[in-house]
């Protein structure tokens, strides 16, 4: 069984603080990872893939990804209260592709 | 460019009844997945199709579930006969091709009575 493992939270964090979000993977063959965001009752939508080990960063998001230690982690820097939505994190194996059940961030003006 | 369409958005039916829903992907997207979203999970992945083909279909209860994407454009997943479980937002997703970024549809929202 591959898993994503995410801390469903809720995590809170106030206006302008760096949100920090977590995701361990169980398969070492996981080749690609994805961040989506989901609005309540909306569908998932993309916020940052990642290939290789390091940092990654497009405006106010940086996705890490530690293949040694299998975890993904994204940050939010000064958070805004239009970033309250679940976060899913998803590893890709072969052709099928994992979700965690997602963290719930709320950020408090 | 339009988005990924679905329909129909809601849907209400006993057990035991089918259903179908619908899917059609963004214009020259060659891969559509459908994934099934129980209320507090991530979506699982239920099938994924590359053209007209069936990549992947392993976590697909064949039982009960079918889908096709006959001409390689949009593509069509029923439910027969439905269960309470099946209760869940059926998310329809293409890319351009394996690997690439996915755009998920609305969703189709399915409760089983």
């Known amino acids: 069984q591959k898993e994503v493992e995410q801390n469903s939270g809720p995590l809170s964090v106030p206006e302008g603080a760096i949100a920090s979000l977590n995701c361990t993977y169980s398969d070492r063959g996981s080749q690609s990872f994805f961040w989506y965001r989901q609005y309540s009752g909306k569908s998932p939508e993309l916020i940052m893939s990642i290939y290789s080990n390091g940092d990654k960063e497009d405006g106010r998001f940086t996705a890490q990804l530690n293949k040694a230690s299998q975890y993904v982690s994204l940050l939010i820097r000064d958070s805004q209260p239009s970033d309250s939505a679940t976060y899913l994190c998803a590893s890709r194996w072969a052709n099928q592709f994992y979700f965690g059940t997602g963290t719930s961030l709320t950020v408090i003006p | 460019e339009a988005g990924v369409a679905q329909s129909p958005r809601y849907k209400i039916i006993e057990k035991r009844q089918s259903v179908a829903f619908w899917c059609n992907p963004i214009s020259g997207h060659a891969t559509l997945y459908w994934y099934q979203q129980i209320l507090g999970q991530g979506p699982k992945l239920l099938i994924q199709f590359q053209n007209n083909g069936v990549v992947d279909d392993s976590q697909l209860p064949k039982d009960r579930f079918s889908a096709e994407r006959l001409k390689g454009v949009d593509s069509t997943l029923k439910i027969q006969p439905a269960k309470l479980e099946d209760s869940a937002v059926y998310l329809c997703?293409?890319?351009?091709?394996?690997?690439?970024?996915?755009?998920f549809g609305p969703g189709t929202r399915l409760t089983v009575l």
């Open positions: 997703a293409s890319s351009l091709a394996l690997d690439n970024e996915q755009f």
